[in-house]
Protein backbone atom coordinates (compact mmCIF):
# COMPACT_ATOMS: atom_id res chain seq x y z
CA UNK A 1 0.00 0.00 0.00
CA UNK A 2 2.88 2.28 0.47
CA UNK A 3 5.08 3.61 -2.99
CA UNK A 4 8.59 1.71 -2.91
CA UNK A 5 11.66 1.54 -4.87
CA UNK A 6 13.96 -1.40 -5.42
CA UNK A 7 16.47 0.70 -8.02
CA UNK A 8 18.47 3.46 -7.13
CA UNK A 9 19.81 6.25 -9.01
CA UNK A 10 23.66 6.53 -8.73
CA UNK A 11 24.66 10.15 -10.65
CA UNK A 12 28.38 9.93 -11.49
CA UNK A 13 30.48 12.97 -11.69
CA UNK A 14 33.76 12.72 -13.45
CA UNK A 15 35.40 15.57 -15.51
CA UNK A 16 36.41 18.37 -13.60
CA UNK A 17 33.78 21.10 -14.35
CA UNK A 18 31.05 18.20 -13.32
CA UNK A 19 32.95 17.39 -10.10
CA UNK A 20 32.74 21.34 -8.89
CA UNK A 21 28.69 21.54 -9.50
CA UNK A 22 27.87 18.42 -8.23
CA UNK A 23 26.63 19.87 -5.15
CA UNK A 24 24.63 22.35 -7.37
CA UNK A 25 22.83 19.12 -9.70
CA UNK A 26 22.15 17.05 -6.91
CA UNK A 27 20.01 20.46 -5.41
CA UNK A 28 18.32 20.32 -8.45
CA UNK A 29 17.57 16.92 -8.32
CA UNK A 30 16.14 16.28 -4.81
CA UNK A 31 14.01 19.23 -5.16
CA UNK A 32 12.23 17.60 -8.06
CA UNK A 33 9.08 16.19 -6.01
CA UNK A 34 9.24 13.16 -7.92
CA UNK A 35 12.74 12.13 -7.53
CA UNK A 36 12.18 13.11 -3.77
CA UNK A 37 9.71 10.73 -3.63
CA UNK A 38 11.25 8.08 -4.87
CA UNK A 39 14.31 8.65 -2.69
CA UNK A 40 12.41 8.38 0.26
CA UNK A 41 10.80 5.52 -1.16
CA UNK A 42 14.46 3.93 -1.70
CA UNK A 43 14.67 4.86 2.15
CA UNK A 44 16.44 8.14 2.05
CA UNK A 45 20.00 6.83 0.61
CA UNK A 46 21.44 8.44 -1.88
CA UNK A 47 24.65 6.99 -3.57
CA UNK A 48 27.05 9.11 -6.01
CA UNK A 49 29.78 7.64 -7.74
CA UNK A 50 33.06 10.14 -8.17
CA UNK A 51 35.34 9.15 -11.39
CA UNK A 52 38.68 9.76 -12.04
CA UNK A 53 39.26 9.19 -15.85
CA UNK A 54 38.16 12.47 -17.17
CA UNK A 55 39.24 14.76 -14.73
CA UNK A 56 43.15 13.37 -15.06
CA UNK A 57 42.76 14.02 -18.62
CA UNK A 58 41.38 17.17 -18.20
CA UNK A 59 43.54 18.52 -16.03
CA UNK A 60 46.39 16.17 -14.66
CA UNK A 61 46.49 13.93 -11.58
CA UNK A 62 47.27 16.82 -9.21
CA UNK A 63 44.01 18.79 -10.10
CA UNK A 64 42.22 15.45 -10.38
CA UNK A 65 42.71 14.76 -6.92
CA UNK A 66 42.36 17.94 -5.34
CA UNK A 67 38.68 18.42 -7.33
CA UNK A 68 37.92 14.88 -6.04
CA UNK A 69 38.14 15.44 -3.01
CA UNK A 70 36.78 18.87 -2.57
CA UNK A 71 33.09 17.24 -4.44
CA UNK A 72 33.59 14.79 -1.83
CA UNK A 73 33.94 17.42 1.16
CA UNK A 74 31.07 19.38 -0.39
CA UNK A 75 29.07 16.92 -1.59
CA UNK A 76 28.88 15.27 2.43
CA UNK A 77 28.10 18.37 3.89
CA UNK A 78 25.47 18.69 1.74
CA UNK A 79 23.52 15.64 2.26
CA UNK A 80 23.77 16.13 5.88
CA UNK A 81 22.18 18.97 5.83
CA UNK A 82 19.28 17.97 4.16
CA UNK A 83 19.47 14.86 6.22
CA UNK A 84 19.67 12.60 3.59
CA UNK A 85 21.36 9.37 4.23
CA UNK A 86 24.64 8.69 1.50
CA UNK A 87 26.95 6.63 0.12
CA UNK A 88 29.72 8.39 -2.41
CA UNK A 89 31.70 5.35 -4.15
CA UNK A 90 34.93 5.61 -6.09
CA UNK A 91 34.76 3.99 -9.67
CA UNK A 92 38.65 2.72 -9.79
CA UNK A 93 40.31 1.32 -12.33
CA UNK A 94 43.96 -0.05 -12.39
CA UNK A 95 46.00 3.18 -13.27
CA UNK A 96 47.06 5.77 -10.81
CA UNK A 97 45.22 8.55 -13.46
CA UNK A 98 41.94 6.39 -12.84
CA UNK A 99 41.78 5.51 -9.31
CA UNK A 100 44.91 2.59 -8.97
CA UNK A 101 47.47 2.14 -6.19
CA UNK A 102 47.35 0.90 -2.59
CA UNK A 103 43.71 0.24 -1.38
CA UNK A 104 44.85 0.80 2.03
CA UNK A 105 46.48 4.12 1.52
CA UNK A 106 43.77 5.27 -0.85
CA UNK A 107 40.70 5.04 1.56
CA UNK A 108 43.25 6.83 4.95
CA UNK A 109 43.65 9.43 2.07
CA UNK A 110 39.59 10.07 1.86
CA UNK A 111 38.07 12.51 3.99
CA UNK A 112 36.46 11.22 7.31
CA UNK A 113 33.28 13.01 6.54
CA UNK A 114 33.13 11.50 2.68
CA UNK A 115 32.56 7.39 4.34
CA UNK A 116 29.98 8.05 6.63
CA UNK A 117 30.53 4.36 8.01
CA UNK A 118 30.36 2.64 5.15
CA UNK A 119 33.09 1.56 2.06
CA UNK A 120 31.81 0.74 -2.09
CA UNK A 121 33.78 1.37 -4.77
CA UNK A 122 33.66 -0.51 -8.14
CA UNK A 123 37.15 -2.14 -9.57
CA UNK A 124 37.71 -2.14 -12.89
CA UNK A 125 40.17 -3.72 -15.53
CA UNK A 126 43.36 -5.85 -15.12
CA UNK A 127 43.01 -4.92 -11.54
CA UNK A 128 39.90 -8.03 -11.59
CA UNK A 129 42.17 -10.65 -12.24
CA UNK A 130 45.02 -9.17 -9.88
CA UNK A 131 43.06 -8.71 -6.86
CA UNK A 132 40.23 -11.07 -7.04
CA UNK A 133 41.23 -14.44 -9.28
CA UNK A 134 41.72 -16.34 -6.23
CA UNK A 135 40.24 -16.78 -2.47
CA UNK A 136 43.50 -16.01 -0.86
CA UNK A 137 44.04 -12.47 -2.93
CA UNK A 138 40.64 -11.28 -2.70
CA UNK A 139 40.23 -12.05 0.49
CA UNK A 140 43.41 -10.34 1.18
CA UNK A 141 42.23 -7.54 -0.56
CA UNK A 142 38.68 -7.27 1.11
CA UNK A 143 40.79 -7.16 4.23
CA UNK A 144 42.35 -4.18 3.33
CA UNK A 145 39.42 -2.54 2.59
CA UNK A 146 38.03 -3.30 5.94
CA UNK A 147 40.73 -2.15 8.13
CA UNK A 148 40.96 1.09 6.07
CA UNK A 149 37.51 1.59 7.29
CA UNK A 150 37.72 0.46 10.67
CA UNK A 151 41.08 2.58 11.18
CA UNK A 152 38.85 5.89 9.12
CA UNK A 153 36.00 5.15 11.72
CA UNK A 154 38.02 5.27 14.87
CA UNK A 155 39.81 8.38 14.25
CA UNK A 156 43.39 7.23 13.52
CA UNK A 157 43.50 8.68 10.05
CA UNK A 158 41.29 11.94 11.14
CA UNK A 159 42.07 15.22 9.21
CA UNK A 160 45.15 17.44 10.41
CA UNK A 161 43.65 20.52 8.44
CA UNK A 162 40.23 22.14 8.51
CA UNK A 163 37.56 20.31 6.48
CA UNK A 164 36.56 23.46 4.75
CA UNK A 165 38.72 26.57 2.88
CA UNK A 166 41.19 28.23 5.66
CA UNK A 167 43.58 25.98 6.36
CA UNK A 168 46.94 26.63 5.77
CA UNK A 169 47.47 23.54 3.51
CA UNK A 170 44.42 23.71 1.97
CA UNK A 171 45.04 26.48 0.61
CA UNK A 172 48.72 25.28 0.05
CA UNK A 173 46.92 22.47 -1.99
CA UNK A 174 44.36 25.10 -4.01
CA UNK A 175 47.48 26.73 -5.54
CA UNK A 176 49.63 23.63 -6.17
CA UNK A 177 45.88 22.57 -8.22
CA UNK A 178 45.88 26.29 -10.04
CA UNK A 179 49.72 26.04 -11.18
CA UNK A 180 49.17 21.83 -11.69
CA UNK A 181 46.41 22.52 -13.96
CA UNK A 182 48.29 25.18 -15.89
CA UNK A 183 50.88 23.38 -16.96
CA UNK A 184 48.84 20.26 -17.84
CA UNK A 185 46.50 22.16 -20.29
CA UNK A 186 49.42 24.22 -21.53
CA UNK A 187 50.60 20.75 -23.04
CA UNK A 188 47.30 19.07 -24.05
CA UNK A 189 46.06 22.03 -25.16
CA UNK A 190 48.93 24.35 -26.61
CA UNK A 191 51.77 22.11 -27.73
CA UNK A 192 51.23 21.94 -31.20
CA UNK A 193 51.38 18.29 -32.77
CA UNK A 194 51.10 16.47 -29.41
CA UNK A 195 48.20 14.40 -30.25
CA UNK A 196 49.37 13.49 -33.37
CA UNK A 197 52.71 12.63 -30.96
CA UNK A 198 50.67 10.51 -28.86
CA UNK A 199 49.15 8.45 -31.79
CA UNK A 200 51.95 8.15 -33.69
CA UNK A 201 54.85 6.67 -30.87
CA UNK A 202 52.63 5.10 -28.88
CA UNK A 203 50.42 1.25 -29.36
CA UNK A 204 46.87 3.14 -29.23
CA UNK A 205 45.79 2.60 -32.75
CA UNK A 206 46.10 -1.45 -32.13
CA UNK A 207 43.97 -1.17 -28.85
CA UNK A 208 41.03 -1.21 -31.01
CA UNK A 209 42.36 -4.80 -32.09
CA UNK A 210 42.65 -6.75 -28.84
CA UNK A 211 39.84 -8.10 -27.65
CA UNK A 212 39.58 -6.09 -24.74
CA UNK A 213 37.17 -3.02 -23.32
CA UNK A 214 33.55 -2.54 -23.21
CA UNK A 215 33.78 0.81 -25.81
CA UNK A 216 35.62 2.18 -28.81
CA UNK A 217 38.90 3.65 -27.95
CA UNK A 218 37.20 6.87 -29.64
CA UNK A 219 34.40 8.70 -29.69
CA UNK A 220 34.66 10.31 -33.10
CA UNK A 221 37.20 7.88 -34.57
CA UNK A 222 37.72 10.20 -37.58
CA UNK A 223 39.04 13.22 -35.50
CA UNK A 224 42.09 13.35 -33.77
CA UNK A 225 41.88 15.72 -30.69
CA UNK A 226 41.60 15.19 -26.85
CA UNK A 227 38.23 15.22 -26.37
CA UNK A 228 38.23 12.38 -28.98
CA UNK A 229 40.11 9.61 -27.12
CA UNK A 230 38.55 8.03 -24.45
CA UNK A 231 40.35 8.53 -20.88
CA UNK A 232 41.41 4.87 -20.34
CA UNK A 233 43.31 4.38 -24.00
CA UNK A 234 44.69 8.01 -23.27
CA UNK A 235 46.57 6.54 -20.51
CA UNK A 236 47.48 3.28 -21.43
CA UNK A 237 49.20 4.54 -24.79
CA UNK A 238 51.38 6.90 -22.18
CA UNK A 239 51.88 3.93 -19.91
CA UNK A 240 52.91 1.24 -23.13
CA UNK A 241 56.04 3.95 -24.37
CA UNK A 242 56.28 4.16 -20.68
CA UNK A 243 56.20 7.92 -20.24
CA UNK A 244 53.47 7.17 -17.96
CA UNK A 245 52.21 10.94 -18.26
CA UNK A 246 49.03 11.40 -16.96
CA UNK A 247 50.48 10.04 -13.43
CA UNK A 248 52.87 12.73 -13.06
CA UNK A 249 52.54 15.68 -15.47
CA UNK A 250 51.85 18.93 -13.64
CA UNK A 251 53.46 18.29 -10.33
CA UNK A 252 56.76 19.34 -10.98
CA UNK A 253 55.34 22.92 -12.22
CA UNK A 254 53.50 23.25 -9.54
CA UNK A 255 56.28 22.07 -6.67
CA UNK A 256 58.68 24.05 -8.67
CA UNK A 257 56.66 27.73 -9.00
CA UNK A 258 55.51 27.16 -4.86
CA UNK A 259 58.36 26.44 -3.48
CA UNK A 260 60.48 29.26 -5.77
CA UNK A 261 57.71 31.88 -4.54
CA UNK A 262 58.33 31.84 -0.85
CA UNK A 263 61.26 29.99 0.84
CA UNK A 264 59.34 28.72 3.65
CA UNK A 265 57.14 26.36 1.50
CA UNK A 266 59.52 23.44 0.91
CA UNK A 267 58.91 23.06 5.00
CA UNK A 268 54.73 23.51 4.24
CA UNK A 269 55.31 20.70 1.54
CA UNK A 270 57.21 18.63 3.64
CA UNK A 271 54.97 18.83 6.85
CA UNK A 272 51.98 18.12 4.31
CA UNK A 273 53.58 14.79 3.30
CA UNK A 274 54.43 13.80 7.07
CA UNK A 275 51.30 14.31 8.34
CA UNK A 276 48.20 14.34 6.00
CA UNK A 277 47.26 11.04 4.33
CA UNK A 278 45.56 12.51 1.42
CA UNK A 279 48.95 14.62 -0.06
CA UNK A 280 51.30 11.29 0.81
CA UNK A 281 49.03 9.08 -0.97
CA UNK A 282 49.20 11.49 -3.99
CA UNK A 283 53.13 11.80 -3.66
CA UNK A 284 53.69 8.29 -3.59
CA UNK A 285 51.42 7.43 -6.09
CA UNK A 286 53.23 9.86 -7.81
CA UNK A 287 56.56 7.71 -6.82
CA UNK A 288 54.90 4.66 -8.34
CA UNK A 289 54.36 5.59 -11.79
CA UNK A 290 57.74 7.83 -11.97
CA UNK A 291 59.31 4.41 -11.13
CA UNK A 292 57.98 2.73 -14.07
CA UNK A 293 58.60 5.52 -16.59
CA UNK A 294 61.78 5.07 -18.95
CA UNK A 295 63.31 8.63 -20.63
CA UNK A 296 65.62 5.77 -22.27
CA UNK A 297 63.06 3.57 -23.66
CA UNK A 298 60.35 6.74 -24.22
CA UNK A 299 63.02 8.29 -26.67
CA UNK A 300 62.71 4.90 -29.16
CA UNK A 301 59.64 4.87 -29.09
CA UNK A 302 59.35 9.02 -29.93
CA UNK A 303 61.54 7.94 -33.17
CA UNK A 304 58.42 6.78 -34.39
CA UNK A 305 56.78 10.02 -34.84
CA UNK A 306 56.57 11.38 -38.59
CA UNK A 307 58.00 14.82 -37.67
CA UNK A 308 60.88 13.74 -36.15
CA UNK A 309 61.65 18.12 -35.46
CA UNK A 310 58.62 18.50 -33.34
CA UNK A 311 58.97 15.10 -31.90
CA UNK A 312 62.47 16.10 -30.15
CA UNK A 313 60.71 19.44 -29.19
CA UNK A 314 57.77 17.36 -27.85
CA UNK A 315 59.97 14.64 -25.77
CA UNK A 316 62.48 17.74 -24.11
CA UNK A 317 59.19 19.17 -23.06
CA UNK A 318 58.35 16.04 -21.59
CA UNK A 319 61.61 15.49 -20.21
CA UNK A 320 61.98 18.55 -18.28
CA UNK A 321 59.06 18.27 -16.44
CA UNK A 322 59.43 14.23 -15.15
CA UNK A 323 63.04 15.67 -14.30
CA UNK A 324 61.41 18.77 -12.04
CA UNK A 325 58.89 16.09 -11.00
CA UNK A 326 61.87 13.82 -9.44
CA UNK A 327 63.25 16.69 -7.93
CA UNK A 328 60.06 18.05 -6.39
CA UNK A 329 59.31 14.68 -5.29
CA UNK A 330 63.07 13.85 -4.09
CA UNK A 331 62.98 17.40 -1.96
CA UNK A 332 59.03 17.13 -0.37
CA UNK A 333 59.85 13.39 1.03
CA UNK A 334 63.71 13.70 1.67
CA UNK A 335 64.69 10.34 0.13
CA UNK A 336 67.82 10.17 -2.51
CA UNK A 337 66.02 7.82 -4.42
CA UNK A 338 62.05 7.01 -5.57
CA UNK A 339 60.31 4.05 -3.17
CA UNK A 340 63.22 4.08 -1.07
CA UNK A 341 60.16 3.98 1.95
CA UNK A 342 59.04 0.58 -0.04
CA UNK A 343 61.54 -1.46 -0.49
CA UNK A 344 58.70 -4.51 -1.65
CA UNK A 345 57.94 -2.99 -4.55
CA UNK A 346 60.90 -1.25 -5.14
CA UNK A 347 62.65 -4.95 -5.43
CA UNK A 348 59.75 -5.71 -7.67
CA UNK A 349 60.05 -3.11 -10.23
CA UNK A 350 63.46 -3.96 -10.21
CA UNK A 351 63.27 -7.23 -11.52
CA UNK A 352 60.72 -6.70 -14.18
CA UNK A 353 62.13 -3.63 -14.88
CA UNK A 354 65.14 -5.81 -17.36
CA UNK A 355 62.35 -7.76 -18.81
CA UNK A 356 59.90 -4.52 -19.63
CA UNK A 357 62.78 -3.05 -21.41
CA UNK A 358 63.56 -5.85 -23.48
CA UNK A 359 59.73 -6.44 -24.78
CA UNK A 360 59.58 -2.42 -25.15
CA UNK A 361 62.31 -2.63 -27.53
CA UNK A 362 60.34 -5.08 -29.55
CA UNK A 363 57.85 -3.62 -29.71
CA UNK A 364 58.88 -0.20 -31.13
CA UNK A 365 60.38 -2.27 -33.95
CA UNK A 366 56.70 -4.12 -34.48
CA UNK A 367 55.24 -0.37 -34.43
CA UNK A 368 57.33 0.69 -37.23
CA UNK A 369 56.55 -2.59 -39.32
CA UNK A 370 52.81 -2.10 -38.99
CA UNK A 371 53.06 1.61 -39.63
CA UNK A 372 55.03 0.21 -43.24
CA UNK A 373 51.85 -1.94 -43.58
CA UNK A 374 52.97 -5.07 -42.25
CA UNK A 375 50.30 -6.52 -41.20
CA UNK A 376 51.02 -9.88 -40.52
CA UNK A 377 52.95 -8.49 -37.87
CA UNK A 378 50.14 -7.49 -35.20
CA UNK A 379 49.61 -10.46 -33.43
CA UNK A 380 53.34 -10.43 -32.28
CA UNK A 381 52.13 -6.50 -32.04
CA UNK A 382 49.14 -7.62 -29.70
CA UNK A 383 51.80 -9.87 -27.77
CA UNK A 384 53.85 -7.25 -26.63
CA UNK A 385 51.37 -4.84 -25.22
CA UNK A 386 49.72 -7.56 -23.55
CA UNK A 387 53.15 -8.40 -22.01
CA UNK A 388 53.86 -4.80 -20.92
CA UNK A 389 50.80 -3.90 -19.56
CA UNK A 390 51.35 -7.33 -17.33
CA UNK A 391 54.93 -5.94 -16.26
CA UNK A 392 53.72 -2.25 -15.81
CA UNK A 393 50.39 -3.43 -14.12
CA UNK A 394 49.11 -0.43 -13.30
CA UNK A 395 48.16 0.65 -17.15
CA UNK A 396 44.80 0.93 -17.52
Not at 265 to 290: E, V
Not at 339 to 362: F, G, K
Request: hydrophobic share 45%; with cysteine; proline share 3%.
Amino acid sequence: GEWRAAIRIAPLFEAIAHLERAVPVMAALIDCPSYAAALAASGNRQEVMLGYSDSCKDGGILSSAWALRQAEIRLAAFFKARRIDYLLFHGRGGSLARGGGSTHDAIRARPAAAMNGRLKFTEQGEVLSFKYANRETASYELTVGLAGLLEAELGRTREPVPARDGGAWWRTMETLARHSDAAYRDLTEREAGLIDFFHETTPVEALKHLNIGSRPSYREAARRSLTSIRAIPWVFGWSQSRMTLPGWYGIGAAATEFIAADRRNLATLKAMYRRWPFFRNLIDNAQMTLAKASIEVAREYAKLARDRLQARRITRRLEGELAATLLAIRRITGQRELLADDPMLSLSLSRRVPYLDAVNTVQTRLLAREGEGEARWRDCLLQSINAVAAGIRNIG
